[in-house]
């Protein structure tokens, strides 16, 4: 089976720490690298050309929304998931006109993600 090459891109260094173990026990994902802004999520998407970014909504400097956009206009840019605090219709509706291609309340994270990422992945069929 091949691995989903991801990136985890939040602000909150805690978090990142926390969704790197936690996806280190999801067979799909590697995790091929952290950021920390929105300009890291751009540069190492282009750098790193992961499968998939897993990135923070609200971030200082560039936000996840404006970096999605960035990254979306990236020659075969990776899928890409908004993990935020921030859960109601209008932040979804404006991550999904970023162009992100899921969304996950930071609280449902670790009963989320898997699923998510499993959807992602080329071969995998889902109950």
Do not use: W
């Not at 897993?54 to 560039?62: E, F, N, Q, T």
Request: aromatic share 6%.
């Amino acid at each position: 089976m091949d691995k989903l090459r991801t990136l985890l891109i939040d602000d909150n260094k805690g978090f990142v720490v926390l969704a790197k173990h936690l996806l280190a026990s999801v067979a799909e994902v590697d995790v091929i690298g952290c950021g920390y802004d929105g300009f890291d999520a751009v540069r190492m998407a282009e750098e790193l050309r992961p499968d998939l970014i897993i990135i923070d909504l609200a971030m200082p400097g560039m936000g996840g929304l404006q970096a999605t956009r960035l990254i979306k206009a990236q020659d075969s840019p990776p899928r890409v998931i908004i993990a935020s605090h921030y859960d109601d219709a209008s932040h979804r509706e404006h991550a999904a006109g970023a162009g992100a291609d899921g969304f996950v309340n930071k609280q449902e994270f670790e009963h989320r993600i898997p699923e998510l990422v499993r959807g992602f992945v080329p071969g995998v069929t889902h109950a």
